[in-house]
């Protein structure tokens, strides 16, 4: 089906900036959209952004908007987030997504990690310090 390999996780002090992004492989043609998911220990999967593949059309959790940025590039089948103003509470595992076309970036906002047919990197570990 879909790959997809995270990548820029790292360590950052509160307030800094960090940008991870999320390379697709495969059957790229069957992504409607792409989405950015995180986990902090002891709690569940939760939906942060997501892009409509062909549109652009963003959606983002109240949390991050105003210091997130999702965006892609169709041509290299990348997604990126660009996470600005970045507070102790935003540590977490990054988890990347692929949504066919049931699983549209409206969706990922709304059922999160349990929209339809939705493939997933391995995670990437987003560290920020007080």
């Known amino acids: 089906q879909v790959q997809l390999v995270e990548s820029g996780g790292g360590l950052v002090q509160a307030g800094g900036s960090l940008r991870v992004s999320c390379a697709a492989s495969?059957?790229?043609?069957?992504?409607?959209?792409m989405g950015w998911f995180r986990q902090a220990p002891g709690k569940e999967r939760e939906f942060v952004a997501a892009?409509?593949?062909?549109?652009?059309?963003?959606y983002y959790t109240d949390s991050v908007k105003g210091r997130f940025t999702i965006s892609r590039d169709n041509a290299k089948n990348t997604v990126y987030l660009q996470m600005n103003s970045l507070k102790p509470e935003d540590t977490a595992v990054y988890y990347c997504?692929?949504?066919?076309?049931?699983?549209?970036?409206?969706?990922?906002?709304?059922?999160?990690?349990?929209?339809?047919?939705?493939?997933w990197g391995q995670g990437t570990q987003v560290t920020v310090s007080s």
């Open positions: 495969g059957r790229t043609g069957i992504i409607y959209a």
């Open positions: 997504a692929s949504g066919p076309r049931f699983s549209t970036a409206q969706t990922m906002s709304i059922r999160g990690p349990s929209s339809p047919g939705l493939s």
């Open positions: 892009v409509t593949w062909n549109s652009g059309i963003t």
